[in-house]
C-alpha cells in the first residue's frame, strides 16, 4: 500500500510538472522544453547547408541525439504520468512526440549510401518538431475550439468555392483557345483557383476580351470571399473567449480545456 501511495505521488508530481502550466515547476519546465524544441529545429536546419554540415557536421550529431534522447525521456514520462497511456498515445500531441523521436532512431537502420533519400526524409521530418509548442501557447487552445466550431461552416462554403472553380474553369475552357494554356478542364480549374485566391501566378491568361471579362469577374468575387472564413473563425472564436477554460490536464487522459469549475474530466469522467 504504502509502495503504491508513493508511486502515485510520483506520478501526480510528474504530471503536475509535464502537464500543467499553473506551477512553478511547470513552467520552467515548458520553457526549457520550447527552447530544446527551437534548438532542434534550427539544428535541422543548419544541417540542410551543406556548407554548415561539413565544418559542423559532428557538433550537429551529438546535438540531435542529446536533444532526441531528452524528448524520448520527456515522452515516457509522459505515457507513465497518465492514466491511460494509450490514450495519450493515439492522440494529437502523442503521435506528434513520437514522431519528434523515431525519425533519428530511424536513421540508424539506414546508414548506407543507397538510402540517402530516405536519410534526407528523415531530416525533413524532424522539422516536425515545431509542432510540439502547439501545446504550449496558451491561445493555441481557443483557436482550435473555434476551428472545431466552426468546421461545417466552413465544409460548405469550401464546398461553394470548388463548385465556382469547377464552373468557371469549364467556362474558361470553351471561351479561350488551346494556344493560351486553357489546354484541359483540369488545368483551366487551376487558373480558376489561382485567379479567385487572388495569387494570380501568371502562367495562364486569358487572351480574348470576353475572358479577360470574366476574369475581372473571377477577381472581384474572389476579393468578395476572402473574408467569409476570418468571419466564420472570428465569430466562434468570440463565443469561446466567453467561456472561461482551466489549463488543468487530466491525469487520466491528458486532456485539457476543462470548464474552471469542472470536477471531473468531460471527456473520460475521471475525477480532476
Known amino acids: 500500500m504504502k ?66 534522447i531528452l524528448f524520448t525521456i520527456e515522452y515516457i514520462l509522459r505515457l507513465y504520468c497518465v492514466g491511460r497511456p494509450l490514450a495519450y498515445a493515439i492522440s494529437f ?78 467556362l474558361m475552357y470553351l471561351i479561350e483557345d488551346p494556344d493560351s494554356g486553357f489546354t484541359s478542364i483540369p488545368r483551366s480549374i487551376y487558373w480558376a483557383i489561382v485567379t479567385l485566391t487572388t495569387v494570380g501566378y501568371g502562367d495562364i491568361s486569358p487572351q480574348t476580351n470576353f475572358g479577360q471579362a470574366v476574369s475581372a469577374i473571377i477577381m472581384i468575387i474572389g476579393y468578395g470571399i476572402i473574408a467569409v472564413p476570418t468571419g466564420i473563425v472570428t465569430a466562434e472564436l468570440t463565443q469561446v473567449y466567453k467561456r472561461s477554460v482551466s489549463t488543468q490536464a487530466c491525469m487520466q487522459c491528458s486532456a485539457e480545456g476543462h470548464d474552471t469549475d469542472a470536477e471531473f474530466c468531460k471527456y473520460c469522467g475521471s475525477a480532476l
Open 3 to 68: 509502495e503504491n501511495a508513493s508511486s502515485h505521488q510520483i506520478r501526480a508530481k510528474l504530471h503536475e510538472i509535464i502537464f500543467e502550466a499553473d506551477t512553478p515547476a511547470g513552467k520552467v519546465f515548458d520553457v526549457l522544453l520550447m527552447v530544446s524544441i527551437v534548438a532542434s529545429v534550427i539544428m535541422v536546419m543548419l544541417d540542410s547547408v551543406s556548407s554548415v554540415r561539413q565544418t559542423y557536421g559532428g557538433l550537429l550529431y551529438l546535438g540531435e541525439w542529446i536533444l532526441t
Open 93 to 170: 500531441f502523442g503521435v506528434v512526440d513520437l514522431l519528434a523521436v523515431m525519425p533519428t532512431y530511424l536513421s540508424i537502420f539506414f546508414p548506407g549510401t543507397q538510402y540517402l533519400l530516405v536519410i534526407r526524409v528523415l531530416r525533413v521530418l524532424r522539422v516536425f518538431r515545431v509542432l510540439k509548442l502547439v501545446k504550449y501557447v496558451g491561445e493555441t487552445r481557443l483557436l482550435m475550439q473555434a476551428l472545431h466550431a466552426s468546421r461545417r461552416k466552413i465544409t460548405v462554403f469550401l464546398f461553394a468555392v470548388l463548385t465556382l472553380v469547377n464552373i468557371f474553369g469549364s
